[in-house]
């Protein structure tokens, strides 16, 4: 493993393996993860959704527990987190933040669930 600390950035998922030293100075690090959720506030996130993804992301991370830590596998990480947001916003279980700066529909129109 190399000094420099590893991560993955998406649009809307960003996963960092770094530790905080001295001066806030980041250093690598191969046992843990951070999770930065949707960093322009896209969506509105409700407690459901949220926990979803944070188990999802749990999940994945625990796939890959036997895997080298590195930037391509967490890619694969991220990519899979980004599909499964975008499952989340499709079945209408998460809703764009229409007073977000960003208005975009990134990741397609949503949809309502269909009405019984």
Request: aromatic content about 8%; charged content about 20%; glycine content about 6%.
């Amino acid at each position: 493993m190399s000094d420099t600390p590893l991560k993955c950035t998406t649009r809307h998922v960003r996963i960092f393996a770094p530790t905080v030293g001295i001066n806030f100075i980041l250093t690598a690090a191969n046992d843990q993860l951070t999770l930065d959720l949707d960093p322009d506030n896209e969506f509105e996130w409700d407690a459901a959704p949220l926990t979803k993804v944070q188990q999802r992301f749990a999940e994945l991370v625990e796939a890959a527990a036997n895997t080298p830590m590195n930037d391509y596998n967490l890619r694969g990480i991220g990519s899979a987190l980004e599909g499964y947001i975008r499952q989340l916003l499709q079945a209408g279980e998460l809703r764009y933040n229409l007073n977000s700066r960003v208005l975009n529909y990134s990741m397609g129109l949503p949809r309502s669930p269909e009405s019984p």
